[in-house]
């Protein structure tokens, strides 16, 4: 029987040489991630009541990158009980203060195709992108696979998105998935999983392709899927790869294909990432802030795409920007690419997850308007309820930035 | 019980609010869903049911959205659809999230009695009876433990002794 990508990896991780949509299996847990918010601070105490111990420390990683920088007792609190609480458990895999759990775990080698992988944290299909099933849990079900090293799970169907051809220049797997999300709806991946593919989708560097993974959460999936292949083995460093992808013909929940080159530049307007029309219906909102940051868009590949916008070129509005990864500003900086964003305004903030989460410091003042890189515009949560927050791609963020108004970064790409 | 009713993509923000994240439960349930009905957190009582349209939950993974509910003392969640994930969490901390077609018959104030074992809500209000989606066995009996905390608790004292 032909099985979808997912089909493949749940029957492996369930010990199964075939699973069936719909079924009912239990799999055996390869990784399991979690960070400072909805990880040691949450599952200590249930770890506590129940006497028991992490079933294999050695599987799980943890990633501060929720209240930092810490600027509270409270926060403080939080990043101290993650710190105690990875050598009271014996994990050596432990990361503070390196960048947003969702970048840093693929940056640092832990994913390899096939793998079977629970993130405390609903932006875990990012993992998709390298082969793997990874989903989000939250902290009792955590509990749950850091007892046992299981977890139960309904064999998802697979929703195929296919994109011919190539995206035009200026055109990012941001506007991809902000386009999907405005087609099909925050409920449009039905918690299956949605398989990403076609010659535009094999085009994509390794970091396009996490974003379209990371999104899968705000179109309603379980899983992102995409197959491993070159670009996965290249970004691992791997001599070689298990190349893990659907067969012909097996059977899907759904099938759409669109033409990537057809694709314009996509906003989403307050409150919801599925209130998305193309770039040029919103040529008449001013923002007052521009933002670049989270899993979703600030990335190396997020920040050399602002860059191309904006050598030379100077932001008119407040302009700031959080870069995904430790790693990734640090590479931004060797190959100058930081400094074209500083020169044209940014304001450098930590490498955490940030404005994003809402959970900092740093908030969105009333009536801000922003245009952001980021994956949620819910009311208020970036901060002030009457804040309003577009969302867009970093072409379009750093366009926008420029020009004072949404723009089309078309219109700036020579 | 009391019916509190609500509209489409609940989202767990609005739930839990990320600026409440660091404090305990107790204090994040004074904000649960203050954006849309800032009467909810004081005047919910125990035993009352949240409704909503599709897609409740939507966002997050933060478990202190189911929580901040059941620590209001809600007893059921009905909605014409859940997030995938916050399903997950409701069931995991025992709170049963029913998928009821017909959620919007419900109205304001409606006084309801819900079943989760067999997935059959009265409307005490109207008269009218709706049906829901069982919940699935497996989960059914960790909702019955009182949770996934509670039945692994079982599990490990079954282990140990």
Redesign the interface.
Known sequence: MSQTLAQKLVARAAGRGSVAPGEIVTCKVDLAMMHDSSGPRRVKPMLERLGAKVWDPGKVVVITDHYLPAYDDESRNIIRIAREWVREAGIESFYDAQGICHIVLPERGHLRPGMFVVGGDSHSPTGGAFAAYMFGIGATEMVGVLVTGEIWLKVPHTIAMEFDGRLSAGVSAKDVMLFLIGRFGMEGGQYQAVEYRGEAVRELSMQERMTLCNMTAELGGQVGLIASDEVTRNFLNLHSIERWESDDGAALLAHHRFNAGELPPQVAAPHSPANTKAVHEFRDVKPNLAYIGACTGAKLEDLRMASRILKGRKSKIRFLVAPASLRDQQSAEREGTLQVLLDAGAELLANSCGMCAGYGEHLLPEKAVAISTTARNFKGRMGAASAQVYLASPYTVAASAVAGRVCDPREMLA | MRAWVFGD?V?T??LA???Y???PIEEIAKHCLE?MDPSFAAAVRPGDIVVAG??FG??????QAPAALRHLGVAALVAE?F???F???AL??GLPALVCPQARRIRPGDSLTVNAETGEIRNLTTGETLACEPI?A?LMQMVRDG???AH??K??NTT?S
């Open positions: 993509d989202d923000d609005v609010p990320g600026r994240m660091k404090l954006t599709r897609n939507a966002g997050s993974s933060r478990e659809s997030a995938g994930l399903y997950r969490n995991n901390l699935p497996h949770g996934l905390l692994l608790e599990r490990c140990s």
